[in-house]
């Protein structure tokens, strides 16, 4: 019991662990938000420099080329260029982009992927937003 009481003590004593905390949103209030609202396959990664972040999380962020598959909302574009990775507004809440992998984005004008505003597009939780996007689009919203 002593030990038990010790781990819980450290844990205390360690600071609270940052979780990423996504705002729980419908599909509507996500495409209301939203600047850019597009399904995608990312076709290439690189480095670049994060302008927002030390050196305790990380200097540099992923920029992403995606060939946008499905446009919901925003411009019509052959590319669409995005930075993910360490979120430099929440580092917490990083989003890894895989090129090869198609993903679902509600973006600002930033452009800036987090876990709260993009998802792996074959995720099963994901075909009541993407009905949503789609209903919203065909009325022109």
């Known amino acids: 019991m002593p030990k038990v009481i010790w781990f819980v003590a450290a844990l ?3 600071g ?3 979780a990423c905390s996504c705002a729980k949103m419908q599909g509507s ?4 938000e939203s600047t850019y609202v597009f399904r995608g396959r990312v076709m290439a990664t690189s480095l670049t420099k994060n302008p927002g972040l030390s ?3 990380g200097t540099e962020a992923v920029q992403a080329e995606v060939a946008p598959t499905e446009i ?3 411009p019509q574009r052959p590319t669409v260029s995005v930075v993910g990775g360490a979120d430099y507004r929440n580092p917490v809440c990083t989003r890894a982009l895989v ?3 198609e993903y679902v984005f509600a973006l600002q004008a930033d ?3 987090s876990s709260c505003n993009s998802w792996i597009a074959d995720d099963p939780a994901l075909t009541a937003f993407l009905k949503t996007f789609r209903r919203l689009k065909a009325q022109g919203k």
């Open 99 to 101: 090129a090869g992998m």
């Open 16 to 18: 609270a662990a940052e």
């Open 29 to 32: 209030k996500w495409f209301a």
């Open 55 to 57: 050196d305790i999380v």
């Open 12 to 14: 205390m004593l360690s």
């Open 111 to 113: 452009m800036a992927v």
């Open 72 to 74: 919901f909302k925003g």
